[in-house]
């Protein structure tokens, strides 16, 4: 068990509707990670937040958005969302940027 | 920009075997290097890592990595595989100088036969 817990494990929807996956980093994590697995891209990174403020930005597309709360959760905001969205959504956390980054067991996103 | 290859799509060993999974990355400068393993239905777990010092790391589950600048490799080693060991393998590269996010190969798919 990592300590980053993410919620839901699995999400079912239709084209063309929004969802919000969960994520709380462990205890004392001040950086979160968004990332996706998919099976024809492999794992990207999307986006990262240090201590509530944007840090990086990776290959995340326009219609997906993240934040990160003051009590360090956070959320990624999926919408719009289209067949080729399904995939596995993981988010890591570190202390530090340049620490190592602990995954969640990820939230699988199947879009219909 | 950095990047990693990981040239085995699947690698099956018998149980009690070797194993040696290849990452080769490209990266201008000292790179940090990464090692994970996913288990089915499981997120990633770090098994080792470099960032500088002895070319050699010990990892977690009995693994061992080592750093070959003149080969831009970061191969992966176990001196006999468990049944339990089957998982998916990433390995990762960072950038030292800049942003620390990992980017991370196609992954290698460990298949044990018993």
């Known amino acids: 068990d990592s300590g980053v817990t993410q919620t839901p494990k699995h999400l079912i929807t239709a084209t063309g509707q929004r969802v919000t996956l969960r994520c709380s980093p462990r205890s004392g994590d001040l950086s979160v990670y968004w990332y996706q697995q998919s099976l024809d891209q492999g794992l990207q990174f999307l986006i990262q937040y240090y201590n509530g403020e944007e840090r990086a930005k990776g290959n995340i597309l326009e219609r997906f958005s993240a934040q990160q709360f003051p009590d360090l959760h956070s959320e990624l905001n999926l919408s719009s969302l289209e067949l080729g969205d399904s995939a596995l959504y993981f988010c890591a956390s570190s202390t530090q940027s340049s620490d190592t980054q602990y995954f969640g067991p990820g939230t699988r996103l199947t879009v219909l | 920009a950095q990047s990693v290859t990981q040239p085995d799509i699947h690698i099956t060993v018998s149980e009690g075997a070797s194993l040696e999974l290849r990452c080769n990355y490209s990266?201008?400068?000292?790179?940090?290097l990464f090692w994970y393993v996913q288990s089915p239905g499981q997120g990633l777990q770090l098994l080792l890592k470099y960032f500088s010092g002895d070319t050699l790391v010990q990892g977690i589950k009995g693994f061992e990595a080592e750093f070959k600048r003149s080969q831009s490799s970061f191969n992966l080693r176990k001196p006999s595989v468990h049944w339990s060991d089957a998982a998916e393998y990433f390995c990762a590269v960072g950038a030292s100088g800049g942003s620390y996010i990992p980017t991370f190969g196609r992954g290698t798919s460990l298949i044990v036969h018993p």
């Open positions: 990266y201008g400068a000292t790179p940090y």
